[in-house]
């Protein structure tokens, strides 16, 4: 500072620019200052070259959905109306997650604020058992709740759209699926990741239908192949003109039942028309000056993100730092405990009095982290779910879109495993859920996330199986702030969390929140798997010394995501980790 003063004569222009560039930087480093405090992302987002955009935008997995959802906005649709022009294209352009032989969740808030959910999860077929997936020894039968026609339960997704655009839509109904049947009919540029994603599966594709020839290329895929989908579009045609009636009866429907004749399935007729989606009031909490709008039972994911988040409020993340050892180990701790809890007490809430009240209690989580110990981790053996003190009485993939208006909606829909069941209905061209490996086949045997269950998600006829799907909308003084959501299985939870604390903790803007590298750990395995270059070397040998077992493992999560920034400007964040796209206008 000195050598800067002295060497230039007052009144120069040098000197002029010199005494400007200063209080730039003073004003800058102000700024900077007051950005990085948590809470002032909103102030880092409206720094970011993108757009602007206030008039809509839709996030999710492939380029062309995202495309056909922002052509429904343009065209005056709402976020809904976009959300099931998106659903249908991305059952065309992201077959690993599908989904209109799947299932899923949405929460909707409107721009007035009124909040509301939709449960469009499968559910077990009427002829689903208990012990169906054991032998008469009571073991599990391995892969039978995975790739067999018995690892369907009965598809949610059309169902669901038809009845979120009956309640909130303003397009025609037609409008929004014939973008997707353009994409069938006429096909449609394969990605890199998609191309070698179909070859990787190739052989289960054939092993598992047999005659059957969908998703499969003479000398394998290649980035740029046109994927042409005949028997898809016109199954899509049926829902375009019939809706509900042109998958859940008629054609489709006879193919499916048909399918499940074939290979031993047991959904029937009756299972499919009987099949009906749920509203159910959402779950809400408060993190700091945020509050969380986000999915009920049977999806286990809201009620985790909120215990999570009420673990972590009270220490201070910021001040310790983005993925630093400390921080990292409280979050670890605190996720321990809460899938612990998850194994116990979640499930179907039409089926089992799952204690929302009381895991959500402040309290509760309060005294489960008080175990938490700074010098050692707390071994996962030594962790039960929880009790209370008064239990009250009585490949999946996600978007996240946003209208003129401010209306909101997150949706995550899921086939379970990347294809699904990888088995397609014969001649309607679309790919089976396995989401019967969602529930618990045994108590305490782990289902392919590792995930342990119990009586709670225990398999019921017209039961719907635990999901870690979590979909979440935030608000910040009753205004929309962020629209958020991913794919992932288990990390689904862990995924949302840490992007959340991301953007209100660590001050980041949208995007580097949706890039920064993820750590996961679910209780059991007692072990935490970490994206490469989640954290320095320092920091993990830090937490190993202290007992914790660190696992390095690929991209954990694809997190599509919207925040609007104090301006209300919309700032998207795409996960790189697939081919994710943003668009907004
Ligand atoms: N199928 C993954 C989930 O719903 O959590």
Request: charged share 20%; net charge neutral; hydrophobic share 35%.
């Amino acid at each position: 500072m000195m050598n800067y003063k002295s060497g230039l004569k007052k009144g120069s222009p040098i000197n002029k620019a010199g005494s400007f560039l200063l209080k730039m930087s003073v004003a800058w480093l102000l700024m900077l200052t007051l950005f990085l405090q948590p809470g002032y992302a909103q102030g880092l987002a409206a720094q970011s070259n993108e757009g602007p955009y206030r008039k809509g935008m839709v996030v999710c997995a492939t380029p062309n959905a995202s495309q056909v959802g922002i052509d429904i906005l343009k065209k005056g649709g709402n976020a809904v109306d976009a959300a099931v022009a998106v659903q249908f294209a991305l059952e065309v352009t992201h077959p690993e997650a599908g989904n209109i032989g799947g299932g899923g969740f949405m929460v909707y808030r409107s721009a007035s604020g009124e909040t509301n959910t939709l449960d469009f999860r499968e559910k077990a077929p009427a002829m689903a058992s208990e012990n169906m997936y054991l032998d008469s020894a009571g073991n599990v039968i391995p892969d039978m709740s995975l790739y067999t026609h018995q690892a369907s339960g009965v598809p949610g997704s059309v169902d669901g759209m038809v009845e979120a655009h009956r309640k909130f839509g303003k397009l025609k109904w037609t409008d929004l699926v014939q973008p997707a049947i353009d994409l069938a009919h006429n096909g449609f540029k394969i990605s890199k990741r998609l191309a070698s994603a179909l070859n990787e599966e190739r052989n289960g594709f054939i092993k598992l239908n047999p005659g059957k020839t969908y998703l499969l290329k003479e000398g394998g895929w290649h980035e740029g192949d046109l994927l042409v989908q005949e028997d898809l579009a016109k199954t899509l045609a049926l829902i375009r003109d019939k809706g509900r009636d042109g998958f859940y009866s008629g054609v489709v429907a006879d193919q499916l039942v048909e399918e499940m004749k074939n290979g031993k399935g047991i959904i029937t007729k009756s299972d499919l028309e009987n099949y009906h989606s749920v509203w159910r009031k959402a779950i809400t909490g408060n993190y700091k000056d945020y509050k969380i709008i986000t999915m009920p039972p049977p999806s286990s994911g809201g009620v985790a993100l909120l215990q999570l988040l009420q673990s972590v409020e009270n220490y201070p993340l910021h001040q310790w730092g983005h993925n630093q050892d400390s921080t990292v180990q409280l979050m670890v701790e605190a996720e321990r405990r809460v899938y612990a809890d998850r194994s116990k007490y979640l499930g179907d809430p039409d089926f089992y009095k799952v204690p929302v009240d009381s895991l959500l209690n402040p309290a509760y989580n309060k005294m489960r982290m008080s175990s938490f110990n700074w010098n050692a981790a707390t071994p996962s053996a030594s962790i039960q779910p929880g009790a209370f003190v008064g239990y009250e009485s009585d490949q999946t993939t996600h978007y996240s879109i946003v209208d003129s208006e401010g209306n909101a909606v997150s949706i995550t829909t899921t086939l379970n495993d990347s294809f699904g069941s990888k088995i397609f209905v014969g001649g309607a061209g679309f790919l089976l859920n396995n989401e019967m490996d969602d529930f618990s086949s045994k108590p305490g045997v782990p289902n392919m996330f590792g995930l342990v269950g119990g009586k709670a998600n225990s398999i019921q006829p017209g039961k719907r199986m635990l999901s870690s799907m979590t979909p979440t909308i935030i608000e910040k003084d009753g205004k929309l702030f962020m629209v958020v959501g991913t794919p992932g299985g288990a990390t689904i939870i862990t995924s949302v969390f840490q992007t959340i604390l991301n953007v209100i903790d660590f001050g980041q803007a949208m995007q580097q929140a949706v890039d920064a590298k993820r750590f996961h750990h679910q209780w059991l395995p007692d072990e935490v798997a970490v994206e490469k270059g989640a954290m320095e070397n320092a920091e993990k040998s830090r937490l190993q010394q202290k007992g914790y077992k660190i696992i390095d493992r690929g991209s954990i999560g694809r997190v599509d995501a919207i925040l609007i920034t104090p301006q209300g400007f919309y700032e998207g964040g795409a996960d790189p980790r697939g081919d994710d796209t943003k668009l907004g206008y």
